[in-house]
């Protein structure tokens, strides 16, 4: 791939890749661009278990916790992974959603509850 592109081009495309952080991406959309860009840095992603620390370190405070535990288990590999996390990531968004849903419903109840009494 290297000698279709000059080598500026690669070299700020290694550096967008060692400095990739998820931020306010998606995991979805984080693995697509880690793996986008894991494409000019072949040295740096040379086995496996690089290539998923590396997208683990990327990953925001949200979901690098369940990244780490999960690079631990020891038939994991890069694709599992980043499917692993980005469920994860939507399970938590699902349950925070259903809280607030249950929260603003339960405020609203006793809300009318206090105007009924008076």
Known sequence: MRRFFSRELTEAKVREFLTLKQESMSVHEYSLKF????????????DMRSTMSLFVAGLSHLSSK?????????????ARLMIHVQQAEEDKLRDREEFRNKKAKTGNESGQQKSNAN
């Open 66 to 78: 369940e990244g780490k535990t999960t690079i631990l288990i020891g038939d994991m590999d890069i």
């Open 35 to 46: 793996t986008h860009l894991s494409h000019y840095a072949l040295e740096m992603v040379v």
